[in-house]
């Protein structure tokens, strides 16, 4: 009896084990930089609903979206065949995070740029008319806040869906057929020959990247790159004393050293123990115009992904980790993984410094394996 009893406990000992290495591995890091929000669900501005030529009919809307730090933005849908959700986060991703393999976005996000920088909200109503009337038909009584949002968001889903407006019909809903010509006529305008596209991909908020986050003491573990399209506001430190954050030459760094382009390093004195420390940095800056958004945890839920339409002030910090052994000791820093858009690990974003989380659900399947065993055997003994 006792035997059993202790097998007992011991295989649910392993299985609590297991479920507690699973569930403490990191799902993502936090504090990555990235902006964050969610759709705000009574917020933005509708268009008309339009025809596509497949027979779709979809609502145009130029969404309302509420960052963390409390500020708005102005958001067009780039995946018309995905429901909108307002119950999940949207983070802030370069253009080679889109979810959808093998979408029109991948090659046509230059496209899909110039759009929100030539049409509505990036351009005004009055603009959009007098472009209207230097390279097609003239817009009847000026372009309307709803046939803009219309044209505009059929002229980004024509890029990132491979969908077409119905220029015959433009419109689902009972129009005079001047509001029908305004839609086909921006429309055109907007995926027209002058589309030449904006290639360059719009700065982050702010990202933090490292080949290298692991080093040796008496080193300079680095660099870490800074992209932002804002101000560092702060530079602050969880470092042991004697380590330091410094530029390529060993000087020491301060807040208002930091900029878009700056290389920093974690510098570890060649007497400093085994050890680890990080470094955050803040920014108050534009998110873009043409920075996708996309779901966290898109896989489990997808949602509509979106691109901002209006580039708005928002603030964002981002933290980077360093490791380092005993001077001489030896240092195994994997090989930089790459995506399928061929950048390094992140896309371009923050490096991943946090936990791989392949270990501990490694560790939670083997010790699952375990318990499951001591359990079976425990079964057997019992029935002889």
């Known amino acids: 009896m006792q035997v059993r009893s202790a097998l007992v406990r011991g295989g649910i000992a392993v299985l609590a084990a297991a479920a507690a290495v699973m569930v403490g591995a990191p799902a993502a890091l936090a504090d990555d930089g990235a ?3 969610r759709v705000s669900e009574n917020a933005g501005t509708v268009g008309y609903r339009i025809h596509l030529e497949d027979g779709g009919d979809p609502i145009t809307k130029l969404f309302g979206f509420k960052l963390s730090d409390g500020s708005s933005l102005k958001l067009y849908c780039v995946q018309v065949t ?125 990202n ?30 969880e470092l042991p004393e004697g380590v330091k954050v410094t530029d390529a030459d060993g000087k020491e760094l301060k807040t208002a050293d930091v900029k878009d382009g700056s290389k920093l390093y974690v510098d570890v004195p060649a007497a400093a123990k085994p050890g680890k420390g990080s470094f955050s940095l803040k920014v108050s800056g534009e998110l873009e115009t043409g920075r996708l958004f996309v779901a966290e945890n898109y896989a489990q839920k997808p949602a509509q992904s979106l ?67 001591m359990l079976l055997l425990n079964r057997r003994r019992s029935r002889a």
Do not use: C
Not at 109 to 114: A, G, L, Q, R, V
Not at 151 to 178: I, R, Y
């Open 208 to 237: 933090v990247a490292s080949p290298k986050t692991e080093g040796k003491a008496g080193t300079r573990i680095g660099p870490f790159e800074v992209a932002t399209s804002g101000d560092i506001t702060s530079l602050t430190t």
């Open 35 to 37: 902006a964050r929000g």
């Open 82 to 206: 995905v429901g909108m959700r307002t119950d999940v986060d949207m983070i802030e991703r370069p253009w080679n995070k889109y979810p959808a393999a093998n979408s029109p976005f991948e090659k046509n996000s230059d496209k899909i740029n110039w759009v929100l920088h030539h049409g509505y909200p990036g351009v005004k109503l009055d603009a959009l008319t007098s472009a209207l009337e230097k390279t097609g038909p003239k817009a009847h009584g000026g372009i309307s806040e709803r046939e803009a949002i219309a044209a505009t968001q059929a002229a980004v889903w024509h890029f990132s869906d491979g969908v077409n407006l119905n220029l015959q019909k433009p419109l689902a809903e009972k129009n005079s057929a001047e509001d029908s010509a305004d839609v086909a006529a921006l429309y055109g305008y907007l995926t027209g020959d002058q589309n030449k596209g904006i290639g360059a991909q719009p700065k982050p908020t702010l």
């Open 307 to 373: 691109i901002v339409a209006d580039s708005e002030k928002t603030q964002v910090t981002a933290k980077a980790a360093a490791s380092w052994n005993e001077a001489g000791a030896p240092v195994t820093t994997p090989a930089p993984t790459t995506t399928p858009g061929g950048a390094p690990s992140g896309g371009g974003d923050l490096a991943n410094t946090g936990v791989d989380t392949a270990v501990p659900v490694a560790i939670g399947g083997l010790l699952l394996g375990g318990g499951a065993l």
